[in-house]
């Protein structure tokens, strides 16, 4: 990163955009830009902004004029790095929260600034120190007599949940650019993604992301592997599946438990395991009446957790049950129409009704793609409404809701057919179609659809980038380049992916013993999925602030949830194969004694797995533990030091 | 506490006593005294401590002249509250970390020293200070040339694994333990025990042991209430049960959970729920071949984790599965015993031949408390043997080995019953002689035992206290008391207690409903537990150092795995009752999966719950939460203080 007096007229290296609303009234542009500028001993946040002169609109549009980049001096980033608490790498190859007073005891600084701290972690940094600008005592955002402020709380927060801040967003680096996505997805390699390089460049929540794809896709692999001649030399012997129901059962235990440790290694090697979690700040769309924050001691409004309760227990709960119901019946219609569309293959059997049984089955998937989203939507407008105070009570109440259904809703029906119907032919029918239907429509939707809408959206736009491209060596303006990136769609965090390989992993999980095929589309599902991912964070999305993530967060937790479900099902499949069959010719009762037993001993047996074997690795535990105990000594001597001087001071006042 | 000049001729509060090896050279002791006595600067724990003068021995014995007692000044024990990071109630009445600066603003704070440290506190920085003695340029202990000592470590710990320090306790403070005894079984009254007293005098841990025990008895109220109109007027209706086992199924989910927010509040109460863990030491045990620390890079004997491992899973693993096939094979033998004895009463029945039957399950009943008794033994050689480095990771392996022999000595015998011979009423015999028989066995073992021990040991001291009793006015001279300590038993803290409320959850938990009358036996036992367990701690044994315990510790999780398996059992039991199988007269199968379906949502419910009900209460969360606010505000005020001087002095140096 280097120090340049770009294209816009600014004499700072511009690092995050800020849009206010085009209406925002010079009174509140101009308080809100003093409060940034003030030094930090009055409050303000003491950063670098300015007015992007944007020129005349082209083509006679009226174009918003407030938009503002925001900078910093390199003292002040180094300041604000030591307060955002981030963690850097020392000279002993440990990673340690940085400090000014220690500054030149971490690895790669010079003193001048160049290269210490990636643009990101810049770019966290400022975001971190606007968001921390709080309200003195003002009353309310001048200009805007109904955007109320309240001393202590954060300004940004407010303006956001009042729509007078539009967006704030990072600015991309696009040389920086240009490396990441060639050695990321420009060229078909056989080589694992450049995580550092992910990480430097996006953060450490999206880096884990792209980690754990890669994860996944390697480890399903020997399964892909074993898939593959089942499929081919005993298509029709659909019950000799006994092998692959065990192999699923280790698999999916052992897979999580050293993605637990590998995902720590990453973390610890990004410096974001032993972080510690920031005071967390009321969320933007929070809102509630005056009264005592219990915590602060402060005026402000909150919200009676028991309105939280009757919302969740009595609107959201019975909403969601409500659509757990509308999912099963979509499921009865599916079964009934599968039933009719036989019979009449059955009658009169042509070319024609060949094809019509696969009819439902892509109609039925289709139907499931279309309620998940539109439930998805739902329950983001319910969770919003539940009015949760803080981001991550917020994300887990959405994600419970999100993932209840969706697994529900996806996996009902082959539930169904398995343990009810007990039709294995038809599950195996059925679990291809729903697996191929739902990742063409997921990919479609996911990379395609973003960027034909793009398209549309700003085909001027378009045009622009074009010409850059055809002038790539020639540097876009800088008032361009921000306006053609405030424009681009926001990305919205990684919460999709991670549904999507949620469900993949339950479909793998759960019933691939009988499809052995299931592991191969997922393989190859999840590579276009790297490059398309990649491609959309590169081409198509505003790009994201860094999230300074130590894990996946409560996703660890879903697909463990998985993976015991994995075990229930695998057994019970066992169970019900005619191979284990033979073994109880004469009773069905010990058969499924035999089964139940084995499958608590099973359970029983993970949990101790899961128990005993350490979620960190031990040289990262050692390493842990060493700085925790030279801080611990550094403490000690301080306390020695102070004693020292508290006896000597008493000494001489007593003499 | 006042300090005091008391009799054996000390000039200050004797706290603690320390007893040396009678054989232990005087180069030695007073190198361990000036040790003590040194100032802290120069590396010493600065304590104040004296010999013992014993006087002539009576009846011609030579007692062990090598008794000394430790007490501090009171400034000394401030500055050693505030390292041993003792926490005390805030003028606001909250529980914060007590420091020296702050001192004036902690509740009941004089300034004099008067009863603001509790004698247990006191005693408790006396061995914290005294463990935190550690090496300096010493290679071995003076007098002691294989005595080796590492720069760094705790010196008390080396003498005490080389068996130099004999034993070191707090002394009892008579005044108090007569309040406290009085108050908390010296009458028989119908009202709680004095949970805050006994803290305040054995410390928490010991505190938290008898708050469990009572609400696991109050707990048990509802089930013995309910059980003994079940067990006078259905006695042969055994199989009635259904409503019994789910109000099982229930209760012992909800109890763990219940206890967990009522221990966290216990624990917030007495300031230990958000005490931080010490760096801890090397367990008195450990020994290894000198090597490099790998944490603070010191030398220091260490013993490779392989090696350690490898003693685990190939000796105690190994040890542990021949017990267990042991424990089976006596059960065998039982099962044989009780049939030849049944056989023996069809042929011809008299009254002997029916007081004959219960003699196998009696004689049963001692055998699986002398195995369990003579494994455990085995378990601490083996498990001390394994040379676990700290004291955590020892208590871990020896308390899941202990655990996993006696559920499965205890149990084995009923499981068979239940789910392989089907037999009810056998089981309800085998439980009611196993409880009962197991609980007198204890009573002895735990009461009586200590206390015959005791009386024949030192008849002499008994008789002491026979005629200190007849002279309860009289102070007994301190060199007596001292005496008179040293030789009581050594209380090895609430493992044992624990184990046996374990067994008893799980007698109740598992097989109650087949026989009820089992909650109005633990409740009587409990009750009469309370007592002597009371006594023995105030009566029989030395003082236990205080143990700053948050909470129950890794008997939490034991307790809540005897609670799934009892979802399982009584499930199962359930299943198996005729009053549900005239539901399904036809399919055996139906009723099997039915079963197997409702206790696995169960089990889901279960887990799910116990992932909804917050650990600590509402109100104990917002308390810690505003103390974790004050000090971040207290922080950044210091940042920013810091902040302006270093501008301040920049503008200075620039002006």
Redesign the interface.
Known sequence: MEPSSGGGGTTFQPLVVLELASTTPEEAVGWLLSRIRER??NGGAELLVEQLSLGAAEGGEKNNQNLFVVGASWQRLL?GAE?SGLFKEYSDGSMRGFTCANKHKFKGFTGSGDGFLSMAECQYIIKHQLEALRAKEETHVPGFSQAKLYPGKSIIRRLQSKGILVQMFPLHDKEELKRLSFSWYQRVRLSLQPLDAIRDYFGEGQALYFGFLEYFTIALLPMAVLGVPYYLFDWEDYDKYVLLAVFNLVWCTVLLEVWKRYSAALAYHWGTLSRKKA?EEPRPGFHGVLGLN????REEPVFP?VSRQLRIYLVSLPFVLLCLYLSLYVMMIYFQLEGWVLSVHDEGPTLWTEVLTYIPSVVYAVVIEAMNLAYRYAAEFLTEWENHRRESSYQNHLVLKVLVFNFFNCFASLFYIAFVMQDMLLLRQSLATLLITSQILNQLMEAFLPYWLQRRRNKKMIRKVLKRRAIEEKELPLAEQVRLEADMSTYLGTFDDYLELFLLFGYVSLFSCIFPLAAVLVVLNNITEVYSDAFKMCKLFKRPFADPAGNIGVWQLAFETISVIAV?TNCALIGMSPQVKVYFPES??QL??WT?TAE?LLLGFKFILAFLIPDVP?HIR?KL??I??ES?EALKKK??HL??HF?LNRKASEA
């Open positions: 930090q001993q300041h307060e005071f219990p915590v602060t001691g957790s229930v069905a009762t499924i004694l139940v608590h031990k050692v533990a060493r925790e105990f611990l306390v020695k004693l020292m006896k």
